[in-house]
């Protein structure tokens, strides 16, 4: 497989693309107004404690308390001989966030200290060695867990990292080293400070490539910021040298993402509708409890069966479900309602493609099954804001439901107001109603506002307000 990847770096915003075998399979934007909590440590204060759902809020100087599920905790024999956990209101504490704000909560943090390097994750707090599944060799998992074993500190945990394949116990020992120099620092300076304070902030998108995506599997990266391309050349001279020569620095007049052709496919990402190759097509449909994605067959008719059809329209299907989910950063619960089919064994592989391709994927992805309905579930970690959150906001006229009242039901609304005012509430004198011009036209159709007039016994003014939202009307008494 072929990967590249992308960087356009302004100063508002930095935003990477990465580039599977032609196709894109995910971006990730970062703006300077906002910036990446998710890795950011905390000194915070626990502002309370609610037991019964096992929670605690912890303040550490931002708009919004952070959430600490009681469970990450250490835990302590209480004098009942159960366990607690050790923490109590005001306690200071030292946290790192793991989960964005998002929406009405704020973010979600843990005590379990994570410190990603290059080759190795130092976990200072847990005693624990975990190899990635990216890493499919069983000879070299096991090496790795040896060297893992032979370098670690004390009491701590490491987690090997997919780039660490074929690196030696000196280089994964550097690695854990220049960690552990900094976990100390980091203590040290959470001992001075006052809660609540920031003691460590993630690095920014640039070095976050370096780090997580850059592997001897990527042809290249390329960057159009001179000084960001400097800084990768030197922090790969320190870590990767055989991988400097990859970078490459973009000079071109175009927009790197358009000359590219991602600014385009990134547009796509607002569609809620996917056109499949075959024909069919899939709709995905966001809750604020999960994701939902239907599949259709559309415009695609097959050659010899309507069930062949329909299984070769799931099997294009998923390949582009996992892609889509990917590319969205879509996490939490997600469900897929594929057509239906009969076969067995045409379930399987439909199950077994998803399977395949999911495991592309870096972010954790546990795909549970089919249904008693023939629904797919499956989760997918959530760890930040997805595109759509990102890129767009809730709109302002529908309040995210994607439709409005038609402008009949309105004026049918507005009839039945006069109505409750005239009849129930006895208001006196004539009446100026203001509405939508679409719902203006309605209401002045000919002959409409002569029939209730009549049946009012008033003068009725109709007054069309371009400012008006679509939806709303006022209607005021007038003396005259």
């Not at 599920?69 to 001989?81: K, N, Q, V």
Request: net charge neutral; proline share 3%.
């Amino acid at each position: 497989m072929t990967k590249t990847i992308i960087a356009n770096i302004m100063a508002e915003e930095t935003r990477m693309a990465l580039v599977e075998n032609g196709h894109l399979a995910e971006v990730s934007v970062e703006r300077s107004e906002s910036g990446h909590i998710v890795g950011n440590i905390y000194k915070g204060k626990v502002k309370n404690i609610l037991p019964g759902m096992q929670a605690a809020f912890v303040d550490i100087g931002r708009d919004k308390n952070a959430f600490l599920y009681l469970g990450d905790l250490p835990r302590t024999a209480s004098d009942s001989g159960g366990q607690r956990p050790n923490v109590t209101a005001g306690q200071e504490i030292v946290v790192q966030i793991v989960k964005d704000a998002m929406g009405t909560k704020g973010p979600r943090v843990t005590t379990q200290i994570t410190l990603p390097g290059r080759f190795v994750v130092l976990m200072p707090t847990v005693d624990y060695i975990g190899i990635s599944r990216r890493i499919d060799s069983e000879a070299e998992r096991e090496r790795l867990k040896q060297v893992a074993e032979n370098v670690r500190p004390q009491g701590m945990g490491l987690i090997v990292r997919t780039v660490a394949q074929g690196k030696s116990e000196d280089d994964i020992a550097k690695d854990i080293a220049y960690l552990l120099n900094f976990w100390n620092a980091l203590t040290a300076r959470a001992k001075r400070s006052a809660a609540p304070a920031l003691l460590f902030r993630d690095v920014d998108l640039v070095i976050r490539i370096v780090r997580d995506y850059l592997s001897p599997d990527v042809a290249e990266f390329i960057l159009d910021s001179r000084e960001a391309y400097g800084r990768v050349c030197d922090l790969l001279n320190f870590s990767s040298p055989e991988l400097v020569q990859r970078v490459q620095l973009y000079q071109g007049a175009e927009d790197i993402f358009s000359f590219y052709n991602i600014a385009e496919e990134i547009e796509q990402l607002a569609k809620r509708k996917i056109w499949l190759k075959c024909g069919g097509y899939i709709v995905i449909d966001h809750t604020e409890a999960l994701t939902v994605i239907d599949v259709n067959t559309g415009k695609f008719v097959g050659r010899t069966s309507l069930s062949e059809t329909v299984f070769q329209t799931n099997l294009e299907a998923a390949a582009e479900i996992a892609r889509q989910i990917r590319l969205r950063d879509i996490g939490g619960i997600i469900i897929i309602d594929f057509i239906d089919m009969d076969k067995e064994e045409q379930k399987k592989a439909v199950l077994a493609a998803l399977e395949q391709r999911v495991k592309e994927d870096r972010t954790k992805t546990s795909i549970l099954g089919l249904t008693s309905l023939g629904l797919v579930e499956m989760t997918r970690k959530k760890a930040r804001q997805n595109m759509d959150q990102s890129l767009y906001n809730e709109c302002p006229c529908c309040e995210g439901r994607g439709r409005i009242m038609s402008a009949e039901t309105v004026a049918i609304h507005v009839l039945r107001k006069l109505r409750h005012l005239v009849h129930r509430q006895h208001v006196k004198g004539n009446l100026l109603v203001q509405v939508h011009p679409r719902v203006a036209e309605i209401l002045l159709r000919k002959g409409e506002k002569e029939r209730f007039e009549q049946e009012f016994s008033r003068t009725i003014t109709i007054e069309a307000a371009p400012s008006q939202h679509a939806e709303s009307f006022s209607i005021l008494s007038v003396k005259d």
